[in-house]
């Protein structure tokens, strides 16, 4: 039972990315999960979220860039990144129940 989140990288400012985090376990699928990320030197924080009826959910400060979707056959969610600012640095991790991804890095440069 774990997450497994990838996708990260560096992208110029205005640029996209898009994180995976594939769930193996039976627990996840379905499930509600989310997407957090940690700046340097600062606490983590709640980025988007998709619950188990589809219900979307995000940060003020990435609504309208970001998109959180999933694909049930895969047991994967993703989180498609546009129009990326520097302040979206950090470290993205995925999380579901009490389980954790590892996280991936996203580095935006100006």
């Known amino acids: 039972v774990q997450l497994q989140a990838s996708g990260g990288g560096l992208a110029q400012a205005g640029g996209s990315l898009r994180l995976s985090c594939e769930a193996s376990g039976s627990i996840f699928r379905g499930a509600a999960m989310y997407w957090y990320r940690q700046a340097p030197g600062e606490q983590r924080e709640f980025v988007a979220g998709i619950s188990s009826g589809g219900a979307l959910s995000y940060h003020n400060s990435v609504k309208d860039r970001f998109t959180v979707f999933r694909d049930n056959a895969k047991n994967t969610v993703y989180l498609q990144m546009n129009s990326l600012k520097p302040d979206d640095t950090a470290v993205y991790y995925c999380?579901?129940?009490?389980?954790w991804g590892q996280g991936t890095l996203v580095t935006v440069s100006s």
């Open positions: 999380q579901s129940f009490n389980y």
